[in-house]
């Protein structure tokens, strides 16, 4: 065993220098530039259906008062539709108004974004300053409706202002942010993956039309040979991520106004940036073992490419399956793309901008851990078999059955 790693980290320290010490790894930095645009598009797609979500007002309000904005906001609702109004969660009234009100706000268990207070005749309205810009004008509206219809045969009311009261931040805008964060984390991830483990496909089908794999297996163990590549793309990826990481915070930094600030994920950025890397090194494991295990059975560009056209066809469905996760981690489908071992470091990755729970990554770390191990151990011995019948020195498990047969025969 310590012949098999000492021999796999000098292939490993051979494809890595070959690799980054190269002119062509200049290019390869710049070349993600475009799928990362396209991956902010996509994210900004996912943000704005995220946004046709409506918003939750939790309504301080007695019997009487919800009985007339529950009639008021039905009556609306058939004339302009109910997906153009927010929805009310009333709660009843207790003694100190004032800090009711900022449990509310602060009560992380629903997706509260305002509150309104004060009845019919002194309405407040507090949240952020944007949910009252938006939710004002409808609030507004559902509240004139209620008094009309209160004094229905007298005299119209007057007019009442509806007073609004902006606060930092609440657990309905947390909320939101820590969605647009999983989705962007997932976008991130798949198109790391995407990009990188793709490049040992072309790596090793030009080792295989040159010849050195062949060299190779008569100076090293095929295993050595698998798992140093994988090793060394694992490195040369993890390089690239720095620079492109680095980059990314010195254009957030210029880009971003004075006092701005990224959606803070619920388990922080030092843990989710550091989950971040252990679900890529997952993740590309298993795709990566995946690509030289089929990759190895290719002996043209031409076979290659067609090879990888269904591998990536299902990453994206891997991807769609793994968006389930976001915003309902604890549904079944969720639940499923979370044991499937190729969705699994997607969706536990949103899930670390979603909840601040250690104890299910630490679980999915051993469980993906051992995904890796068997994919590893299933692709190295297909790996083995292309290679050595390549070289003539061994048939495959199924020609060695047909010779015996006919042999009998």
């Given amino acids: 065993m310590n012949e098999l790693i000492r021999a796999a980290l000098v292939i490993a320290r051979r494809d890595y220098t070959a690799t980054v010490f190269s002119k062509t790894f200049l290019l390869f930095l710049i070349g993600p530039l475009f799928p990362i645009i396209f991956g902010f598009v996509f994210g900004s797609i996912g943000a704005n259906v995220d946004k046709t979500a409506r918003p939750v007002v939790a309504v301080i309000a007695t019997d009487g008062e919800r009985t007339a904005l529950t009639a008021a906001r039905n009556r609306l609702a058939d004339r302009l539709g109910d997906g153009s109004l927010p929805l009310f969660r009333f709660v009843a009234p207790q003694r100190d108004a004032a800090a009711q009100v900022r449990h509310l706000l602060q009560n992380e268990d ?75 984390g997932q976008l991130v991830l798949l198109m790391l993956t995407m990009i990188l483990a793709g490049m040992l496909l072309s790596n090793l089908i030009e080792e295989k039309s040159n010849k050195v794999i062949e060299v190779l297996a008569a100076a090293v163990p095929i295993d050595a040979i698998f798992l140093g590549k994988l090793i060394a793309m694992l490195g040369m990826s993890l390089t690239g991520i720095a620079v492109w990481g680095g980059v990314a915070a010195l254009g957030a930094l210029a880009i971003l106004p004075p006092g701005a600030s990224l959606p ?6 030092p843990m989710f940036v550091l989950l ?3 679900y890529f090194t997952a993740s590309y494991l298993l795709l990566g073992a995946l690509f030289l295990g089929i ?20 990453q994206l469905v891997v991807f769609a399956f793994a968006s389930s996760a976001v915003g309902n981690p604890n549904s079944p489908m969720a639940l499923a793309a979370t044991v499937f071992p190729w969705s699994s470091p997607l969706v536990m990755l949103a899930r670390a901008a979603q909840s601040a729970m250690l104890w299910p990554h630490l679980l999915a770390i051993l469980w993906q851990a051992l995904w890796v191990a068997v994919i590893i151990r299933v692709a190295s011995r297909r790996f083995r078999v292309s290679v050595l019948k390549s070289r003539g020195a061994r048939r495959s498990w199924f020609r060695r059955r047909e010779s015996a047969r006919e042999e009998r025969t």
């Avoid at 509806?162 to 647009?180: E, F």
């Fill in 110 to 184: 629903d997706a509260t974004v305002a509150v309104l207070s004060g009845g019919l005749d002194e309405p407040v309205l507090a949240g952020p300053r944007g949910a009252i810009n938006d939710l004002g004008g409808d609030v507004s509206l559902i509240l004139d409706d209620a008094r009309q219809h209160r004094l229905l045969g007298k005299a119209a009311p007057a007019p009442v202002e509806l007073a609004t009261r902006p606060v930092d931040r609440s657990a309905g805008d947390a909320a939101q942010g820590r969605i647009l964060t999983a989705r962007v």
């Fill in 264 to 269: 803070l994920p619920a388990i922080g950025w």
């Fill in 276 to 278: 971040g890397v252990v």
């Fill in 295 to 314: 990759g190895a059975q290719a002996s043209t560009v031409r076979e290659v490419q067609t090879l990888s056209m269904p591998v990536t066809m299902g």
